[in-house]
């Protein structure tokens, strides 16, 4: 039987995208882009295997071995002593922060749908001093600064060229 063409897989925007793979690779054992590629085309998204490619690499994806000797693709959880490159940051700024607000020592960071997450998960991994932690929802998440850093400042931080 034919599948309609409204059941057809449709393209996302990066972020929901990469919250999807995400998801993906924290939920089952993806082996290859292409099993990716198989996974997100049955979940109705449209992508290609180089877009996957790109995807997994800005997500910091890994091969890592599991049991069975069978590798799959994982995000790890980096120690706190290690630190993001500047760029990530900015670029994850640049990518998925549409609106920022202040108020004392806590900043609001407005996102696409689902991609709270991704800039929360840079911002730990920044390792910037005055950023406390963020808390992150679907779309919003909350920054909690230094009180000496001000949330004025730190938004500046990340979102200037």
């Given at each position: 039987?034919?599948?309609?063409?409204d059941?057809?897989?449709k393209?996302?925007a990066?972020?929901?995208?990469?919250?999807?793979i995400?998801r993906?690779?924290?939920?089952?054992?993806?082996?290859?882009?292409?099993?990716?590629?198989?996974l997100?085309g049955?979940?109705?998204v449209?992508?290609?295997?180089?877009t996957?490619s790109?995807?997994?690499?800005?997500?910091?994806?890994?091969?890592?071995?599991?049991?069975g000797?069978?590798?799959v693709?994982?995000?790890?959880?980096?120690?706190?002593s290690?630190?993001a490159?500047?760029d990530h940051?900015r670029r994850?700024f640049?990518?998925?922060?549409?609106?920022?607000?202040h108020?004392?020592n806590?900043?609001?960071?407005r996102?696409?749908?689902?991609?709270?997450?991704?800039?929360?998960?840079?911002?730990d991994?920044?390792?910037?001093p005055?950023?406390?932690?963020?808390?992150?929802?679907?779309?919003?998440l909350?920054?909690v600064?230094t009180?000496e850093?001000?949330?004025?400042?730190?938004?500046?931080?990340?979102?200037?060229?």
């Amino acid at each position: 039987m034919a599948a309609k063409a409204d059941d057809a897989p449709k393209p996302l925007a990066k972020p929901q995208r990469q919250h999807r793979i995400a998801r993906l690779l924290a939920e089952q054992a993806v082996t290859s882009q292409a099993h990716l590629v198989e996974l997100l085309g049955a979940a109705g998204v449209a992508v290609t295997q180089a877009t996957a490619s790109r995807d997994l690499e800005d997500l910091g994806a890994i091969k890592v071995r599991v049991a069975g000797g069978e590798t799959v693709y994982a995000i790890p959880e980096l120690p706190a002593s290690q630190r993001a490159p500047e760029d990530h940051l900015r670029r994850v700024f640049g990518d998925w922060v549409v609106e920022v607000a202040h108020s004392g020592n806590l900043v609001v960071l407005r996102t696409p749908p689902g991609s709270a997450p991704v800039v929360g998960s840079a911002l730990d991994r920044s390792g910037l001093p005055e950023v406390l932690g963020p808390v992150a929802g679907d779309d919003k998440l909350i920054v909690v600064v230094t009180e000496e850093a001000c949330g004025a400042a730190v938004p500046r931080y990340p979102l200037d060229p």
